[in-house]
Structure formats: structure tokens, C-alpha cells
């Protein structure tokens, strides 16, 4: 099964620069889409940046932050300039994948896979 791994992040200054990184482990049989979202308790989650061919952005990191996806590392990247206090908080890795599904007797499909990394910590101190 398709995994994500997180890494990057941690401790910045407002004004500061980090990138947080996500792989998929695993071989699913496509990439859709690769972003970073807001998961805030009881509430839908939050967009921060998306890639899905194109980049999608929350409107309060257009301009500061930049998505981009290595297809052959199967890793996206989100460069995270001028950071705000604001800015703290945890962010999810999202992916949706194309995995395949083994029915048995030999039938397989490839099914959507909609995967979540375990969530990189970003603290901007003022």
C-alpha cells in the first residue's frame, strides 16, 4: 500500500524561509494530485497548496509559497518564503493516487487512493 513520508519544517523566523518535502513510498500505478492541507479539529480540511498538472494555492500563501512535484522522485516540495506567525501549524501531506486492487481469481483494478502523510510541524516565531 502507497505510503506518504513528511520531512522539512520546524522551528523559522517570521521572515524566514523553510520547504517541507513528502514522498510516496510504494509503486502506485499513478499520481494525481500532491498537496498540503490544514486539518483543524471538527472543521473541513484547508487548502495550502495543491498540484494536479496545475498549482493551487490558498489565498493567504499565494505569493509566498511554491509547489512543485518531481514526478520521477515521486516527491512534492513546498517552498515556504517569507513566513508569518501566522503562518504556525501543522501541515498534512495529501495524496491522490491510482493504486491497484487485487478482487482475487486474478482480477485486479486500479482504485483511488487518497493517502495522508503524518502532518510536519511549522513554528514561526515572531
Known amino acids: 500500500q502507497a505510503r506518504l513520508v513528511e520531512s522539512g519544517g520546524g522551528l523559522v523566523q517570521a521572515g524566514g524561509s523553510t520547504r517541507l518535502s513528502c514522498t510516496v513510498s510504494?509503486?502506485?500505478?499513478?499520481?494525481?494530485?500532491m498537496g498540503w492541507y490544514l486539518r483543524p479539529p471538527g472543521g473541513p480540511r484547508e487548502l495550502v497548496a495543491s498540484y494536479d498538472g496545475r498549482t493551487h494555492y490558498g489565498e493567504s500563501v499565494k505569493g509566498r509559497f511554491t509547489i512543485s512535484v518531481d514526478k520521477a522522485k515521486k516527491t512534492a516540495y513546498l517552498q515556504m518564503n517569507n513566513l508569518k506567525p501566522q503562518d504556525t501549524a501543522v501541515y498534512y501531506c495529501n495524496a491522490v493516487l491510482s493504486v491497484p486492487k487485487d478482487y482475487g481469481s486474478g482480477f485486479v483494478e486500479n482504485v483511488r487512493h487518497d493517502a495522508w502523510g503524518q502532518g510536519t510541524q511549522v513554528t514561526v516565531s515572531a
Open positions: 510504494g509503486n502506485p500505478a499513478r499520481i494525481d494530485t
